[in-house]
């Protein structure tokens, strides 16, 4: 009968160590997976806020060196001068520009207005190996950048449509680092009115049109989207936004 009781009361401790095994595990894996998906926000943070140092670094040196831009230009083409038209507007090849119209709007067709000067469409790529300036890949994840200059100003934004949880973490951080009026974070399908403010109507288009040329202005469906100003001229997009 003793020996049936210590076999017992031995088969509880087993249990008992089996149950406090299995906790501890569960603890630490939670604990591991949180410390991971903090670092993976963190390092995406730091791989979004030093490309958007970049692109807006080269696009002020094209501004500041060139400011006469590209005298053919009129006020429907260039929105705001002296900054880069969209690259795949239609100024291009209407003018038989070298090369012609981009297809998308990104960031990586970019070119300067100002650079040759007076009439001449063909404007060199602000991100080229004659410029020196290579623009690296979209952080993992992400969609390339794209560039709109338009009515309400002008700004880039990037896009992932994963399904990662520390990807809303790292844009919510990265939207921090900014002021109200630099940057948007936007939301699953959500657009922009005419004056720039974002707008909640459901998935919509990666591109509308506006004018005779498609515009970055629509975060695509499922997707996370972040948008940074380069200017801001919509009026009310953003309150206390002068």
Known sequence: MTLQ???????VYILVAIALLALLTTVFM?????????????KLVSELSSQIAFIQSAIQECVLTYPAQDSGLTAAEQKNAPYPINPNDSYFDDNSATPGSSSDPLVSDIRCPGNPGGSDPSH??????ASGK???PAPNLFEDWKYYNGDDGVFIMTSSDKTDPF???????LKAKYSACEADQFLTGDNMTSDGSVATTGNSP????ETSSPFARACPADSHC???WIIRTGSGAVVDCP
Do not use: C, H, M, W
């Open 206 to 209: 990666t591109f509308t049109s």
């Open 226 to 228: 972040f948008v940074y």
């Open 30 to 42: 939670d604990s591991s997976s949180q410390q991971t998906q903090t670092q993976n926000a963190s």
């Open 124 to 129: 060199e790529a602000i991100f080229s190996g």
């Open 167 to 173: 990807i809303n973490d790292a844009l919510v951080k």
């Open 5 to 11: 009781k210590q076999r017992g009361s031995a088969l």
């Open 134 to 136: 290579f623009l690296p």
